[in-house]
């Protein structure tokens, strides 16, 4: 089998990269932003990849399968590992990711794996994925660009661009008022008490008609200019096999669900615990202690790495999990989030597409004991999350993964648009006090509909 040529290019900016190819039907954008982390060993913020020209695409909706467009039959998870051994090998590591499989697994595919019933509709596709072998690679540390793959011609060398993105209106409507909300937190609550779960995470969807002229590409730039993250993503497919039912995530994600190295060390890094930045840097130093000190926060947060560690057990071997990092204050674009850290080594025989299986969905975004807090989730909630608290994964040639949470985010499938928002409610969660603090984390994606 020949190998994939992997060439360095001339450095062009990959938001201006991405222009090229904005009306492809189906394309994978994955977006580092922020300042790129220099520790040795973590490359967060530093790379992002843009894939193109799918090799093969496969969906899952409805208990129906397509797979380059045509039906087929099988376990959806089974054909994600067919289309990644089909793949051709790169020649070297020039690049952490020089094409292998990308997509979407969403939240009910969560709920399907757990074993819980979804009771709400929904046409988001439970998986849509796509193997790539044309990949452009950008190091945003080193300013260098480099071109995976025999396909798909060379980039535009424009310069540099910073267009302006104006505002785009959507009559965005939540499927909570305050009220609802805050009953739905406490009854959240009273079943903690009671003793039938420990922790849960409540959310809520704002939902909108699809604007007249929509240019999802031109929103996607108004969402990562406005909240830069290291796990941003814009994924673009079809919700089905319909072509003209189109589908695509927009997501300005913080936090990392999994990552798989090619020697086979597990990563998860959940967030849990949330401070507004400050006005300057005396009172963000301020608000960072406050969270720190906060009790419900470190409880809530302490909690959900448990449940990781379990989570991630699950696949890994025997005693090789730790937790190096706990509750640790980290500041991104908007907020202060607590953050820790779980790793273990995969157990032998294993791979990526079995660490996902045995860990979706996230626990940042379910709760604890997961499985019971996810039948309650369905119960007092009032829509299905989609895409949101799902996962997007990049899964390499060489077996090594990465992922995130899908949070921060804005879904389009069809003619509809949807935001999902949300938190983490405890025993000493206050209702009003969790209605701000969702509230603040939709401001940013809200305010580029106008809200």
């Known amino acids: 089998m020949r190998s994939l040529s992997i060439t360095e290019l001339p450095w062009i900016d990959p938001w201006t990269a991405l222009q090229a190819w904005k009306t492809a039907p189906w394309i994978a954008f994955l977006d580092s932003g922020g300042a790129p982390v220099t520790d040795t060993g973590d490359e967060r913020a530093r790379w992002s990849f843009l894939c193109v020209e799918p090799v093969e695409t496969l969906v899952s909706c409805h208990n129906r399968l397509i797979r380059n467009g045509q039906p087929v039959t099988g376990d959806a998870w089974t054909h994600l590992k067919d289309m990644h051994t089909r793949l051709q090998q790169a ?30 509709r929904t046409d988001t596709p439970d998986i849509l994925a796509a193997s790539y072998d044309t990949v452009f690679a950008f190091d945003r540390l080193e300013r260098r660009c480099f071109k995976v793959g025999n396909g798909a011609p060379s980039l535009s060398l424009k310069a540099d661009a910073s267009p302006l993105f104006l505002p785009v209106r959507a009559d965005f409507q939540p499927d909570m008022d305050r009220e609802t909300w805050i009953s739905a937190v406490k009854d959240v609550v009273r079943l903690i008490g009671e003793g039938d779960i ?17 240019d999802e590409l031109a929103v996607y730039g108004l969402v990562r200019q406005g909240s830069p993250a290291p796990f941003g993503a814009f994924l673009r497919g079809c919700a089905g096999s319909v072509p003209e039912r189109p589908f695509s995530l927009l997501s300005a994600s913080v936090e990392r669900f999994l990552s798989l190295s090619s020697e086979g060390i597990v990563e998860t890094r959940p967030i849990k615990g949330t401070a507004p930045r400050g006005q300057d840097p005396s009172e963000t130093r301020r608000l960072a202690e406050q969270l720190r000190q906060d009790d419900k926060e470190n409880a809530e947060n302490l909690m959900i790495t448990d449940l990781m560690r379990n989570d991630i057990g699950r696949v890994c071997e025997i ?34 597409f079995d660490l996902l299986r045995a ?12 499985k019971r807090a996810m039948e309650i989730i369905d119960q007092v909630e009032l829509s299905a999350r989609g895409a949101y608290c799902g996962s997007v994964f990049r899964i390499g040639r060489d077996g090594a993964m990465d992922s995130s949470v899908v949070i921060r985010s804005v879904e389009r499938c069809g003619d509809r648009l949807k935001i999902g928002v949300g938190g983490g409610i405890t025993w000493l969660s206050d209702p009003a006090r969790e209605y701000d603090e969702m509230r603040l984390k939709g401001a940013a994606l809200l305010k580029v509909f106008g809200g």
Not at 198 to 214: K, V
């Open 91 to 120: 020649e070297s590591a020039t690049v952490p990711f020089p094409g292998g499989v990308v997509g979407l697994a969403s939240y009910a595919e969560g709920m399907a794996l757990e074993g819980v019933r979804l009771r709400h």
């Open 319 to 352: 005693g090789s999990v730790s937790v190096p990092q706990l509750c640790q204050v980290e500041p991104f674009a908007h907020v202060q989030h607590l953050v820790s850290c779980v790793r273990g080594r995969l157990k032998s025989g294993l791979d990526a």
């Open 359 to 370: 860990t979706l969905p996230p626990g940042s975004v379910t709760g604890a004991p997961k």
């Open 198 to 214: 420990f922790q849960a995470n409540l959310t809520l969807r704002w939902q909108a008609a699809l604007p007249s002229g929509f």
